[in-house]
RNA sequence: UCCUCGGUAGCUCAAUGGCAGAGCGGGCGGCUGUUAACCGCUAGGUUGUAGGUUCAAAUCCUACCCGAGGAGCCA
């Protein structure tokens, strides 16, 4: 039986006849030659057929496939340089065609730019066009290497829940739902208070799922409904955070770099900017930041530029302030010792300057932002309950959590990854939305 | 919630007060190396909704609906 092979391997079948299924994504017809490229789900891949090389009825049958038709494509491997896919280079000369159905004739997405309120209505057909389906293998491989890594580094995978009894951190919006005798329960902001107790029981535990804010938020980089990966490490302190994040992200990103080259040579992303992601990456503290951005301010021109960099001791960063920051690194930047004011009550006061805390949040370069928020927690009970009295939250329900402290507490560290937002800088591309499979904005919850 | 921009053919867009248009996609025909091919023909419209001004409205005015980008908040 003629073998049935991915796309991703065909340079292994070189002048070898092989089979494929798959869609028929484009076809170009000249008269007695046409060209398909098709698509299996691992490649995309360009198959040519010469009307005096088939017998009648085959020719006709390829040159009658529209657009998304499926289709058992029997031919031989040909090395090409002039064959487009991904990867390309290779081409198959159809010997024989099998069809499962002709697709109807008005497949909405033609093969062209579209605008994004389009694409996202079509998102069920979107993920079968190349940029599309190029981020979402990377992801899948972000994916893959978050595990492997933490896996492999004596991190424990502890599920942490999904419905939770009140607001982890009392800022954010929450998404209610009913929940029998017991009133509302709300959406997972993040599994980290869990973690913490999960941590006296297992040491370096971590969560990946997806997590909810009901925010109102319109941006490139939020979405309503976002998967994220929450290690959390006992016995660490937020120097040693920092060396598990750098060696984190690198693995990611090497991972990917391994794995992904036709995915990110299709999406035009320069790699050699990824290439240099590897430890340590530079730390600065909020004061620093502050200055330099200070700094940044003096030297623009741009009336515009200036406005937006304007910038005071004490707030948390918006996405300009971001983005002029990580353009002077070439590699992810750590920036630690945000006021305390701005960050969560759990968070650990920088020892003789209580107006900082020891939070840290790692900042992805070419202007992304953003991926990390992480911080060395309180571990002291009294200075815990303290703090969640002063941010006027509900005693009772953090009761299990104060009582962490009181059984063997320990300094401890922790972070969390936005999944979308590491891909979309991997990827090197403008919106978290594309970034995963079905997004769900402050507006859209179709398809 | 606030600010800015937008909504015309299936899609991407033009038409700025005077006949509703083009390219792509669809259909038909042609072509042996196409790269979102090209060439010819063809079908395709309640210009987001409601009201108003005008001899005449896609175009000007009012209200509303929908979307996008940004702010705030965050990963």
């Known amino acids: 039986m003629t073998p049935l092979i991915r796309v991703e391997n065909i340079a292994d079948y070189t002048e070898q006849e092989i089979r494929i299924r798959g869609w028929v994504y484009n076809r170009t017809r000249k008269g007695k030659l046409v060209f398909l490229l098709v698509r299996d789900g691992y490649g995309f891949v360009q198959c040519v057929a010469f009307k005096n090389d088939l017998p009648a009825e085959t020719f006709e049958d390829i040159v009658r496939l529209t657009q998304e038709s499926s289709v058992e494509i029997t031919g031989i491997v040909r090395a090409d340089s002039r064959s487009p896919g991904i990867p390309g280079g290779f081409e198959i000369g159809i010997t024989g065609l099998k069809i499962y159905q002709i697709a109807a004739d008005d497949y909405p997405m033609a093969l062209k730019e579209h605008g994004v309120d389009f694409a996202l209505d079509n998102r069920h057909l979107w993920l079968r066009m190349p940029s599309q389906w190029a981020i979402l293998r990377i992801r899948a491989t972000v994916l893959t290497a978050i595990r492997e890594w933490l896996d492999t580094n004596g991190y424990i995978n502890m599920d942490t829940p999904i419905i939770t009894p009140a607001a982890a951190e009392g800022t954010t919006t929450l998404f209610e739902t009913p929940y029998f005798d017991e009133g509302a329960a709300y959406l997972a902001q993040t599994g980290q208070l869990y973690n913490e107790a999960n941590i006296f029981a297992f040491s370096k535990v971590y969560c990946l799922g997806p997590t909810f804010r009901a925010e109102k938020s319109k941006t490139r980089r939020h979405l309503t409904e976002f998967w994220m990966v929450e290690p959390e490490v006992a016995f660490c302190d937020l120097d040693e955070l920092m060396e598990i994040e750098e060696q984190f992200v690198s693995h990611i990103v090497q991972r990917v770099l391994?794995?992904?080259?036709?995915?990110?040579?299709?999406?035009?992303?320069?790699t050699t900017l990824l290439e240099k992601i590897s430890p340590p990456f530079p730390r600065i503290s909020y004061d620093e930041a502050v200055e330099m951005l200070a700094r940044l301010r003096e030297e623009t021109d741009d009336p515009e530029?200036?406005?937006?960099?304007?910038?005071?001791?004490?707030?948390?960063?918006?996405?300009?302030?971001?983005?002029?920051?990580?353009?002077?690194?070439e590699k992810p930047v750590f920036v630690y010792g945000y006021p305390?004011?701005?960050?969560?009550?759990?968070?650990?006061?920088?020892?003789?300057?209580?107006?900082?805390?020891?939070?840290?949040?790692?900042?992805?370069?070419?202007?992304?932002?953003?991926?990390?928020?992480?911080?060395?927690?309180?571990?002291?009970?009294?200075?815990?309950?303290?703090?969640?009295?002063?941010?006027?939250?509900?005693?009772?329900?953090?009761?299990?959590?104060?009582?962490?402290?009181?059984?063997?507490?320990?300094?401890?560290?922790?972070?969390?990854?936005?999944?979308?937002?590491?891909?979309?800088?991997?990827?090197?591309?403008?919106?978290?939305?594309?970034?995963?499979?079905?997004?769900?904005?402050?507006?859209r919850v179709y398809p």
């Open 340 to 443: 305390t004011a701005v960050k969560a009550f759990y968070m650990e006061p920088w020892p003789g300057r209580p107006e900082v805390c020891k939070s840290v949040d790692l900042l992805a370069p070419e202007g992304y932002g953003e991926i990390i928020g992480g911080s060395e927690r309180i571990s002291s009970p009294e200075k815990l309950l303290q703090r969640i009295q002063e941010h006027q939250l509900p005693e009772a329900a953090y009761q299990w959590y104060l009582e962490l402290r009181r059984f063997g507490s320990v300094p401890h560290s922790g972070f969390g990854l936005g999944i979308e937002r590491t891909v979309s800088w991997i990827c090197g591309i403008h919106h978290i939305r594309e970034t995963i499979p079905f997004p769900r904005t402050i507006n």
């Open 258 to 270: 391994r794995d992904r080259q036709p995915e990110l040579a299709s999406l035009e992303r320069d």
């Open 305 to 329: 530029e200036k406005e937006l960099l304007a910038f005071e001791w004490g707030s948390d960063f918006g996405a300009p302030h971001e983005a002029a920051l990580t353009k002077q690194f």
